[in-house]
């Protein structure tokens, strides 16, 4: 924290009225990056191929690019399934986004992605280091996409630890960043 005169009570007591603490703004986030993250796309069409063999295939629906962190549980999978399944970003009569997924008759294409936990803060080549270990995510990964068929979606997947090739038509576009301490 910098002391910064703007002569502004003190937010501590013990410092004279005239000089305020800021704090980074992100400083909360950059001490608490594990958290499940997902990137979600709306899409009217999405698949997912390995070696040139498609594993997932979705019509009208959500892709989901999923990353699992090192502390991330399944309560932290169980949050992003539900959330996802209820996100109102497909229109209704009117247009307006108002209506979930089921509503919309769609299906989920998930996609493990370590690469979300991408760290370039101290440089120009990503860490990946707050990424879950391969076997906490491929069973957190496995969760999720069970906890999206329990709430009676299809959801088709690529293949974990694989190299992927990932295709998609963004129907808006609509993106939208989740993860599962609430940041975004």
Known sequence: MV???CG???TRSQQPASVVYLQHPNR???QRSNQMRAVVQRVSRAQVA???EITGKI??????LLGVGQSDTEADATYLAEKICGLRIFEDDQTKMNRNLQQAGGSVLAVSQFTLYGDVRRGKRPSFDAAAPPDKARTLYEFFVEQIRRA???CETGRFQEM??????NEGPVTILLDSAKEF
């Open 164 to 169: 992927m090739q990932v295709e998609l038509v």
């Open 28 to 30: 909360a986030r950059l």
């Open 59 to 64: 019509g009208l629906g959500l892709l989901v």
């Open 152 to 154: 009676g979606l299809n």
């Open 3 to 5: 002391p910064v005169n």
């Open 8 to 10: 502004k009570e003190s």
């Open 50 to 52: 390995v070696h040139g």
